[in-house]
Nanobody, 123 residues
């Protein structure tokens, strides 16, 4: 089993910054892509940023230039630095990881989700 634990959410004023962290633990051979998703109240869960094991990144247009995703492969941890926060950035942020594990003697790839961390940006 694999567990993702997020931290770093909170309440911040518009223009402020937050840094999210997500640490993966458990039966991990390697982790491919890691990403952050956001779910605003009453809306679907949308991709915010993703980073491959090699460090290639991709961002939603709404956060380009303000958010930076990074990872530490030695710690199986992904981070997201969020600057110049806006009220529309408010939502629950979920970490996702594509994890390769040995399951019944076979390498298998599965996606895992964290429990989510609330980010609230006040105007």
């Amino acid at each position: 089993q694999v567990e993702l634990v997020e931290s770093g959410g909170g309440l911040v004023e518009a223009g402020g910054s937050l840094r999210l962290s997500c640490a993966a633990s458990g039966s991990i051979l390697r982790i491919n892509a890691m990403g952050w998703y956001r779910q605003a109240p009453g809306k679907a869960r949308d991709l915010v940023a993703v980073i491959t094991s090699g460090g290639t990144t991709n961002y939603a247009d709404s956060v380009k230039g303000r958010y930076t995703i990074s990872r530490d492969n030695t710690k199986n941890t992904v981070y997201m630095q969020m600057n110049s926060l806006k009220p529309e950035d408010t939502g629950v942020y979920y970490c996702n990881a594509e994890v390769v594990s040995w399951i019944w003697g076979i390498q298998r790839t599965r996606g895992y989700w964290g429990q989510g961390t609330q980010v609230t940006v006040s105007s």
